[in-house]
Every structure is written in structure tokens, then in C-alpha cells.
């Protein structure tokens, strides 16, 4: 083989033969000398890593200890008694266990899947509108809500939800229909709250699947155009095949946080109201509800660590469903 | 051509959009809307689409009583954004190049290395401690840098975006000529990546705009304050006022000083303002076809 | 090969490379310039003059002071920080320098970031000296894990001498934790007393005669007529302690339990057992199913009615000249009417509670390096007039003109702590405001002294034996925390509080108080039937 060829195959650009992988094995600092410049660029990161994340990680023990002060942190952390896994029995004796799990899930599920549907669906359609300056409005427009906190976007609800406001008021009156109490009444509020996580997030998602499209070769498309398919053939087969890697990323990392919920949305906008608990409380909620009785960092330790524990197992899990589909995306 | 939807499908999306863009735009208008509006009738008649007595009273009573206060805040945000995005621009787009390279033995230890920090955490208290104490962070502007200039999430996108966007051929053909990694990313990979590169700056930008957390925790100097973080303090502010009054009865008629509703929207309009242009300005970024020219080229 | 756009790419990367590391060295250096934790540096930050350090006192009623302190101090806010506060600070740090060669670096927490700040503060450590510790901000809890620095009964008496004798020794007592001194208390209206707030110009117009109401039952004929007399008013303000004010019952902060206050046993009994419990309740709930209470109360507890003008009775926590108060913070809110006035009645008999002195206490950090020079500060903070005033009201001529001796009248747009007088040491010391009364400091000298303490004075449930259970408790109770407030049916309600309660380990803390309660019943000599 020519030289040109066997350093690509070293490069691991092309596939080589058996007897030339061989040679690729030879370990470490083979490994080093050949992609020293590429690792190097692994070490900002990885100092910050290492400074903002894995220090920070002595605080694992916090879930397992009752804290008391001593006079350093460390000694804080040393000192203090250990409970075993007494912190989170409060979480998982819990007379609502199942509720919140179920809540949380449930949410969580329907929103990646939503989501994910939404987000490729509107940034196909912004992207195939014809008017360039149109689509660029909408976008920017739709992207708006993400700037409100949820804090304002509960006053908002409350002016569609209350007993006089808009729906009530605008729509179910003239109507003749009897008005809902919203905030009384738990059934409707999946919906509403479903609804919100979407209104505020869909801006987001829609961006990065813009970007993806933007990246796409429109080579393969003139020739698509050519063989004759129609524009509609060209985004099933071509673009939405072309962003499958994208999707099964953003779906993995999501699953990560499957046990955990935007506190901002499941606390502001039901407006905290005791009675909408059945549909509204989540995990998230719950902790900061027992929190109040006590300010016992701990516990929402405890409840974090577990959370972060089943969200990995889950990704583990989906990262291998995801590799059988396309290994090119898996995350690790 | 044959790479354009036809015209009546044209129509119907553009009608699918125009609903959507409507139901994200009626809550900014209420917004807008009782930002203008009068606060007596605001308490007696509630939100309306149309302000029920017009009123510029929020607005001046923002500028009037918190004029320096509010143009010091934009200050700090705009130099939190600018510089926190470049900077995180900087640290995610150098991180995921070589976790797209497919050729590198160790890339599953790096990625790991990053998920496992995405997942768990110490939690809130020891990063506090090495904020503060390891690294002096305490009010100081850089202490709402600093700590967000690394994010998982985007590294994945960009290395995803490299993966399927960049052509081998690309990178085979720089090497065959000789070209350093640090080159080729630098004058190829990064060119080609300009919508990533886009996209993660305008989540960035946002995210520092948006961002309470890094003050609230590590701030506590007024002048050093950004626009989000002075919201959040009038919001939980009469929240919390609210709450304890029950218990320290003194605090009750601090309430009759806290901004009123009016107000509080008006606060949400100016924190919202600048930052809601960044898309239409990083847009021409998104145009197709950028990578043909550069292979071509 | 390589295009215009990659050339100027790359150069746009080599200064965010350039930026990345100016920026950490930045970092780096700022942080250690600032000294951000030092809570006592050796140098004092505001010396006033030149020489002054020569002639500054060396020692105080034989304590030494010859070497200068900073103090890191830490105090609320419930809103923004009065303007010119930098400069009323210089002017502070100039008397404590002349008086106990003291300066202090007073920052300034939100009560909305309060928790949160806080807790990371104390966990990791932070040094410094002073902070706001009321009870209604986990003082307790705190002083049990150790936050704070212990007052002894020696320090008590060396640092502190005259603030000792500004409370009496049961009330010293009811701010211990685990038998320890660990906080100042704030000297105020310290004894508790509920009544009526009403809107006095709308009783006259109806010829209401409000102090005639001694119970709830008495009002409700009242609200009646306000509903119909006047529907843009809001009968009745929302409430969530209605059985507060020890009518019948003593509040113990132990699970459900209660001490009856019409006899003298000390039998602890539970609340919802007692047929008077039960009968407010049903009370409270039928007004707001008679529309005495706002229908939207649940939800719409943000919209302040009392500063607004738009309630027309609240029952709430008063003290001599709290109407006033009320009154002069209302108008200053555009929405308040212009000839509402509101007048109080107190209805209950001033008691005594444990966290009477613990409304605006100071505590000293257990990570403080100089708590002597510390507990000093505090002791010329509550007993010394000058500088009283002049945190709460600033510098004379500047931010307010003397009327007389005793009264001040506060110049528009300057510093003023108006509103918060109450969080700031020994209220006792302020001068007089426009609107108040002339004796109103014999006002709140009567109202305490005639206070009686209550029956389970110096009782503490210890939570830490049954935390877990508490927890659990909290947040599965928290979703009928409507009825409290007299907005769900409790008949209806009640009965599945209690599954709930059973359910999340009601009985274990039910037993640990009877424990703990018996306990304290013992040391005090006597037993739960008198």
C-alpha cells in the first residue's frame, strides 16, 4: 500500500487491513505521539471539569449524613453523624410515593416524545417556508416565551385560568357554557401543564434542529429533485433520515433527567394550590414541600442523588437501544 | 425547482405557523399590555388585553426611582453575555472536536468523563465552598462567568453537528497536505460548523442573559446585580414577605413599599428586551449551503 | 484552501483563547485581592481622620480594644437598600472606631434569597460575625447544629451587662437552646396579642361599633351587612390564624398537640379533639361560602388587600399604635382610598410566648474570630441612643429635622429605615415618627409588662429525633393547607388529613411529644394534671 494510504489507515480514516489495526493497537503513547494536538484539546475542559464538577463531588457523602457545623467544611463533612439511608426514607415511605413518580415520569415522557415531534416538525415548516423574512419573524417570535420566568408566566395563567378570566370570562360566557374552576379542579391540568412546558420550550429545540438542517449536504437534494422525488419524498427520506443522530442525542440526554421535572413550571404555575396535587405535584415539588419543615439540606441531597442514579441507569439503558438503531449516535 | 414545496402547501404551513407564532405572541401582548397599565384598575379589573386605563406610571416609576440601577444592571448583563458566550464558545467547541473523531482510542473515557458530571453532582453546598473559598469567587463579576463557561449539553450537540456535517474528505484531504489539528480545526472544521456554532451561542447568550442562579448564589453587591437577578429579588422578595408575615409581624407593611403588579411586568419587559434580537441577529448564520461552498472553495 | 472567512475565524479564536486566559488570571487575582471572607482583618477600613488610631481607645470598662476589628455583619432586607446607605455607614464606622475601635462591614441578604444564601453560608463555613437569627428563620435549628457562638453566663455578664438587664430573666430563658444563650434578642413590642383592624371611616358611616366584637361569632353579623352595604369590599381578610391569639388554646409547634388556656392543666391535648377547635373551623369555612372571604383567596394571596384599602376586618397580630403604622404605610400606596382610615382593638389578653424576644435577634457565628469585640458592638448597638437613630434614621439635618427632644420628622428621599425599625436592636431607642403617639414607648412598656407567659413557656420540641417523620409530614400535608386558611370544608377535609397524617407517621411524633413533654413537665416539678 502507498504511504499516503497506510497514514490514513493509521489515522484510522479509512479502514485498513487485520495486519495494519494490529499496529494501531500498540497502546498509550503510541496513542499519545499520534493525536497528541487532539487530546490537548481536551484540557480546558477537562480542568474545568475537574474544578467545578469532581471537586464539588465530595459533597456525596451529604445525602448520608445528618450535618452539624464544625469549624471547616471538612470537618462538617467528616464530623457529622452518618444516617445510612435514613434521608431518604422520608422519600420513599412517603404515603405519595407512587403519585409523585408516577407524576414525574408520566410529565416527563410525554414531554420528550412531544417535544420531539413538535420541535422537528416546526423547524421543518420554518424551513420550508418560502418567505425567508416570514420565517425569521416567526422564529423569533416563538422563541419569546422562553424569556419569561415561570414566576411571571403563573401570573399569566392565572389571568386565562381564574374564575374571571379569559376562558372563563372571554369564551365559556358568551357561550352559555357553566365556567371551570381551574385551580380547584386537578383533571384539567396535565393538559395545561403540558401545554406551558411546550409554549415555553419548543423555541429552544426548534433552533438546534434548524442548525442540523442548515448543515445538511443540498447536493443530495438536487439530485433527489432530479431523480424526480417531490419535495415531500425529499424531507421523508433525505432530511428527516439526516437528522436522526441529532434526535437519538437529545432524546438520550433527556431520558437522563427522566426522574427529575422543571421545579419552575410544576411549583409557579399551579400556583401552589394544595388541592391540584393529585396531577401538579412531582418529585421536585414534593422535596421542597418537606424542606420547609426543616431547611435540612440533606434531604433534598438525598432525593438529587437518587434521582441522578436512576436517570443514569436509565440512559444506559437507552443509549443501547440507541446503538442497535444507529451506532454512530451512541453517547458513549 | 425542484428542492421547494409547492404553493399551496406553502399556504397551509405558513397558516400552521402564523397559530403557533399566535399563541407564543398573546402572553407577551398581555404582558406588554399591564406594563401600561394603571394600577388601581389593574386590582379592580384584572389583566386585560387592553390596558382598562392606560398608564405609563410603571415604566416611570422604574426609570425615576431606579434609573441607575436598572442601566447598571444592563451593564453587567451585556458583559456577562458577551463574554461568557464567547468564552463558552470557545471551551465547548474545543472539547467535542476530538469526541467527534472517531479515530481517537480514548474518546469514550472523555465522553464519559463529561456525561458523568451532567448526572451527578455534588450538590449545591461544595460547589458553593469551591466558588468561594477555593476560588474567591464572591462578588465578583466573574463569579457570574466563570462557573457556566463549560456545558455538557451543547459539547454534545457540536460533537453530533461534527459528526454528521463534517466530510471526511474534508479533513482527509488537510492531511494530506499537511496540516496540524489545531489548523484544520481552526480554518476548516469551525468555518463548516457555523451554524453549531450559532446555535450554541445563541443558547449560551441566552442562558447568561436569563441566569438568577450565579448571582443569587454568589452575589450579594447590589451594583454587581444583573437585570434577572433583580427581578427574581422583587419577586421572591414579596413572596417571602408574604409567607412570614404570619409569623414576624413586622414585616407585613414592607409589603406596602413592594412594586406593584404593573411594575413587576414592566421589569419583565425591559429584562426581556435586547436579548429577544439575538436570533434575527445570528440568523445569517443558518443560510444553506455553506458547507458546499466551502468543499468547492 | 483556506478562505477569507476561515483566516478571520481563526483570528476571532485566538483572541477568545487570549480572552479565556486573561480572564482566569483576572479571576484569580481579583479573588485574592478582595479580602471577600476575612470577617476580621487586622486593618480597620474606614479610619476617619488622620491620628485618630493614636488616640483611639485601648480599653473599655477593662476589656482591651487596643487592637482594631473589622466585623462582617449580616442584616435583612425586604426590599431594596435604603439609598445612601454607603454613607450613613461611614458615619456608623466613625463612632464604633471612636467608642470600641470597631469598624463594620454590613452587607445586606434579601429575604427572598434569605434561605438560600444563608444555608450555603453556614454550611461551608463562611466566616464572619453578626447575623439576623429570628426565630422564624430556623434560629433554633441552626443553634443546635452549631452555627452560632455560645453566650455564656460569664459573657453575658462581662460584654453585655446592660443588654441582660433589658429582659427579664424568664425571657432570657425562653431564648435558650439546650440550656444556651446563643442569640441578642431584639427589644420591641415582645409580648403577643391579637385583636381587630378595621376600616373605621366605613364602621362609622354604618354605625358599626367594632370593639364591641370579642369572637368570631360576634363579627359575623357584621360581615353580613358589609357584604351587602358594600360589595366592592372585601368583608373578612383571609386568615390563617384564626385559633391564634390564645383564646382557647396555646400554640406548641409540636404536631397537633395543645394546652387548653380556660383552666390550669397541663395535660396536652389534642387540636382537633377540642369541640372549640372544630367549631372555628366550620365558622371560618361558612365565611367564605358566604362570600366574606374573597372567592379567589387561594389563589390570589399576592394581591395585598390591607395596603390597598380593599378589606374592610382583619384579624391579625397587634401592638400599641399598630393601626397607625398601618395607616401611614398605606398611603403611600396609590390604591389606598383617600379617606380610609383603619383603627385597631386588641381582643386577646398579651401573652408571652418562647419566641417573644426572638422576632428581631441578633446571633454571633460560631466561625467569628473576635465574638468579644462582637458581643461588644451588640451591647453598644442596644443601648446606645445616638447610634440607634442614627441607623435608623440617618445623619440630623440630612436625612431629618428634630421637631423635639424625642421627634423627628423625615426629610423626602433621604435615608430612612422607615418600616423596619422593628428589625434593629432596641426599638426602645427610636425617636419618634409623625403619626406616632407621644408615649408610644410607655404604650409598649405597659403592653409588655402586662403580658403573662404562657403555659409551656420554655418547652421546646426537639424535632431532630423524629425529622424524618416530620418531613414526610410536611409534604404530605401541605396539599390541605387550604382549610387553614378557611377555604376547604372541614368536614370533608379533615378526616383525610388525618389518613394522610396517620399514614406519614403521625403516631411516632405523636409519642415523641408526649416523651419529651412529660420530660419537661418533670424538670419543671410538675406533673400534666395540676
Wanted: proline share 4%; with cysteine.
Amino acid at each position: 500500500m502507498s504511504k499516503a494510504t497506510g497514514e490514513m489507515v493509521a489515522n484510522g480514516l479509512i479502514q485498513g487491513t487485520k495486519a495494519e489495526s494490529k499496529q494501531r493497537k500498540k497502546g498509550f503513547f503510541f496513542e499519545m505521539r499520534r493525536h497528541g494536538a487532539l487530546y490537548s484539546m481536551f484540557i480546558p475542559g477537562a480542568i474545568f471539569l475537574l474544578i467545578f464538577a469532581y471537586l464539588p463531588m465530595v459533597g456525596l457523602v451529604i445525602p448520608f449524613k445528618y450535618i452539624t457545623y464544625s469549624n471547616s467544611f471538612w470537618s462538617t463533612l467528616f464530623d457529622s453523624e452518618w444516617v445510612g439511608f435514613y434521608n431518604f426514607e422520608f422519600f420513599w415511605d412517603s404515603p405519595d410515593l407512587y403519585r409523585i413518580m408516577r407524576n414525574t415520569i408520566g410529565y416527563n415522557v410525554i414531554n420528550i416524545v412531544l417535544g420531539l415531534v413538535i420541535a422537528v416538525s416546526v423547524a421543518i415548516a420554518l424551513n420550508e417556508i418560502r418567505n425567508r423574512k416570514s420565517a425569521k419573524t416567526y422564529q423569533t417570535i416563538m422563541f419569546m416565551p422562553y424569556f419569561l420566568s415561570w414566576v411571571i408566566v403563573g401570573y399569566l395563567a392565572y389571568a386565562f385560568l381564574s374564575p374571571n378570566g379569559f376562558i372563563n370570562m372571554g369564551i365559556l360566557k358568551p357561550f352559555g357554557i357553566e365556567e371551570i374552576s381551574f385551580y380547584t379542579d386537578p383533571k384539567y391540568w396535565p393538559f395545561i401543564l403540558i401545554f406551558f412546558a411546550h409554549w415555553k420550550g419548543t423555541g429552544y429545540g426548534v433552533i438546534i434542529y434548524l442548525a442540523a438542517i442548515a448543515g445538511q449536504d443540498q447536493s443530495l437534494y438536487e439530485a433527489a429533485a432530479i431523480d424526480g422525488a417531490s419535495r415531500g419524498q425529499q424531507i421523508r427520506k433525505i432530511m428527516i433520515p439526516l437528522l436522526k443522530p441529532m434526535m437519538i442525542i437529545l432524546t438520550i440526554l433527556a431520558v437522563g433527567g427522566i426522574f427529575s421535572s422543571d421545579f419552575g413550571l410544576f411549583y409557579n404555575v399551579p400556583l401552589n394550590q394544595g388541592v391540584l396535587k393529585e396531577t401538579t405535584d412531582v418529585i421536585n415539588t414534593y422535596v421542597y414541600n418537606a424542606l420547609m419543615s426543616s431547611g435540612d439540606i440533606s434531604l433534598s441531597a438525598a432525593v438529587g442523588l437518587f434521582q441522578s442514579v436512576l436517570g443514569f441507569f436509565m440512559v444506559v439503558g437507552v443509549n443501547w437501544i440507541a446503538g442497535k438503531i444507529d451506532p454512530e449516535s451512541k453517547l458513549f | 425547482m425542484g428542492t421547494s414545496i409547492s404553493r399551496t402547501t406553502n399556504v397551509i404551513v405558513n397558516v400552521f405557523l402564523i397559530v403557533l407564532v399566535l399563541l407564543c405572541l398573546l402572553p407577551i401582548v398581555l404582558v406588554l399590555s399591564v406594563s401600561f397599565t394603571d394600577e388601581t384598575s389593574l386590582l379592580n379589573q384584572g389583566y386585560s388585553f387592553f390596558p382598562g386605563k392606560f398608564s405609563i406610571e410603571p415604566y416611570r416609576f422604574l426609570m425615576e426611582t431606579n434609573l441607575s440601577g436598572i442601566l447598571n444592571a444592563y451593564k453587567i448583563t451585556i458583559f456577562n453575555t458577551v463574554v461568557g458566550t464567547l468564552l463558552t464558545l470557545l471551551m465547548v467547541a474545543l472539547y467535542a472536536y476530538p469526541l467527534s473523531r472517531r479515530d481517537l482510542k480514548y474518546n469514550n473515557f472523555f465522553t464519559f468523563f463529561l456525561y458523568f458530571t451532567m448526572l451527578f453532582g455534588g450538590g449545591m453546598v461544595p460547589w458553593y465552598l469551591v466558588c468561594t473559598q477555593v476560588l474567591g469567587l464572591k462578588d465578583s463579576i466573574w463569579a457570574m462567568i466563570l462557573p457556566s463557561i463549560f456545558n455538557g449539553f451543547f459539547v454534545f450537540v457540536m460533537r453530533t453537528f461534527y459528526k454528521s456535517t463534517i466530510p471526511i474528505e474534508v479533513l482527509e484531504s488537510a492531511k494530506i497536505d499537511g496540516a496540524g489539528e489545531y489548523r484544520i480545526f481552526f480554518q476548516l472544521v469551525l468555518p463548516l460548523s457555523l451554524p453549531a456554532i450559532a446555535t450554541i451561542a445563541i443558547f449560551t447568550a441566552v442562558g447568561f442573559w436569563n441566569d438568577y442562579w450565579l448571582p443569587l448564589m454568589l452575589i450579594n453587591d447590589p451594583k454587581l446585580s444583573n437585570l434577572q437577578y433583580m427581578i427574581y429579588r422583587i419577586m421572591t422578595n414579596i413572596q417571602a414577605i408574604r409567607e412570614y408575615s404570619q409569623d414576624a409581624s413586622g414585616i407585613a407593611t414592607s409589603l406596602a413599599n413592594a412594586p406593584s403588579e404593573g411594575i413587576r411586568m414592566a421589569m419583565a419587559m425591559i429584562t426581556m428586551g435586547p436579548i429577544v434580537l439575538i436570533y434575527p441577529f445570528l440568523q445569517k448564520y443558518f443560510v444553506k449551503g455553506l458547507t458546499i461552498g466551502a468543499i468547492k472553495g | 484552501m483556506v478562505n477569507k472567512k476561515a483566516r478571520s475565524t481563526r483570528s476571532l479564536f485566538f483572541m477568545l483563547a487570549l480572552v479565556l486566559i486573561t480572564s482566569m488570571l483576572a479571576a484569580c487575582s481579583g479573588g485574592n485581592d478582595k479580602p471577600n471572607n476575612s470577617a476580621s482583618s487586622a486593618t480597620p477600613s474606614n479610619t476617619s481622620g488622620n491620628g485618630k488610631e493614636d488616640t483611639a481607645k485601648q480599653e473599655v470598662d477593662g476589656i482591651d480594644i487596643s487592637k482594631p476589628v473589622t466585623l462582617k455583619w449580616y442584616m435583612m432586607t425586604f426590599g431594596e437598600i435604603p439609598a445612601d446607605q454607603d454613607r450613613i455607614l461611614t458615619a456608623i464606622n466613625k463612632y464604633t472606631q471612636e467608642k470600641l475601635n470597631t469598624t463594620i462591614d454590613m452587607e445586606y441578604i434579601d429575604v427572598g434569597s434569605w434561605d438560600t444564601k444563608v444555608n450555603a453560608m453556614l454550611t461551608t463555613r463562611e466566616e464572619f460575625d453578626m447575623i439576623f437569627a429570628p426565630s422564624w428563620r430556623w434560629f433554633r435549628s441552626n443553634a443546635q447544629k452549631g452555627a452560632y457562638y455560645e453566650i455564656t453566663p460569664d459573657a453575658l455578664d462581662k460584654y453585655l451587662p446592660q443588654t441582660k438587664a433589658l429582659f427579664t430573666d424568664a425571657i432570657w430563658d425562653s431564648t435558650k437552646v439546650k440550656g444556651k444563650y446563643y442569640a441578642v434578642p431584639g427589644n420591641k413590642d415582645i409580648a403577643e396579642a391579637w385583636g381587630w383592624v378595621w376600616r373605621k371611616d366605613i364602621a362609622d358611616k354604618y354605625g358599626i361599633d367594632m370593639t364591641k366584637v370579642k369572637t368570631f361569632q360576634d363579627i359575623e353579623p357584621i360581615l353580613a351587612k358589609i357584604k351587602e352595604v358594600e360589595p366592592d369590599l372585601v368583608p373578612i381578610d383571609e386568615n390563617q390564624e384564626p385559633l391564634r391569639g390564645r383564646t382557647y388554646f396555646e400554640t406548641l409547634n409540636a404536631g397537633n398537640w395543645t394546652l387548653r388556656t380556660d383552666n390550669d392543666s397541663m395535660e396536652l391535648v389534642k387540636l382537633y379533639d377540642q369541640p372549640e377547635a372544630l367549631e372555628m373551623r366550620k365558622l371560618w369555612y361558612g365565611f367564605y361560602k358566604k362570600g366574606f372571604i374573597r372567592k379567589d383567596a387561594a389563589t390570589k394571596r399576592d394581591v395585598d388587600l390591607i395596603n390597598t384599602g380593599k378589606v374592610f376586618a382583619s384579624w391579625m397580630q397587634l401592638k400599641p399604635g399598630k393601626d397607625a403604622e398601618l395607616n401611614a404605610a398605606a398611603k403611600g400606596n396609590p390604591a389606598f382610598p383617600k379617606d380610609a382610615v383603619y383603627a385597631q382593638n386588641i381582643v386577646t389578653e398579651p401573652y408571652i410566648t418562647n419566641d417573644a424576644a426572638l422576632g428581631s435577634s441578633t446571633a454571633i457565628s460560631s466561625t467569628s474570630k473576635n465574638p468579644e469585640r462582637a458581643m461588644m458592638f451588640l451591647e453598644l448597638y442596644m443601648n446606645d441612643k445616638y447610634l440607634n437613630n442614627l441607623i435608623n434614621f440617618g445623619e440630623e439635618g440630612v436625612d431629618y429635622t428634630k421637631v423635639s427632644d424625642n421627634r423627628i420628622e423625615p426629610i423626602e428621599g433621604k435615608y430612612s429605615l422607615k418600616g423596619m425599625n422593628w428589625a434593629y436592636g432596641n426599638q426602645f431607642l427610636n425617636y419618634l415618627q409623625p403619626g406616632e403617639a407621644d408615649d408610644k414607648w410607655e404604650q409598649f412598656k405597659a403592653f409588655n409588662s402586662s403580658a403573662i407567659p404562657v403555659k409551656s413557656l420554655g418547652f421546646f420540641f426537639d424535632e431532630e429525633p423524629v425529622r424524618k417523620e416530620l418531613n414526610a409530614l410536611t409534604a404530605a400535608t401541605s396539599e390541605f393547607a387550604a382549610m387553614y386558611w378557611g377555604l376547604l370544608d372541614p368536614d370533608v377535609y379533615l378526616p383525610k388529613l388525618e389518613k394522610k397524617e396517620k399514614a406519614a407517621g403521625m403516631d411516632k411524633v405523636n409519642e415523641e411529644v408526649q416523651r419529651q413533654w412529660a420530660e419537661f413537665l418533670a424538670s419543671k416539678g410538675q406533673t400534666a394534671n395540676q
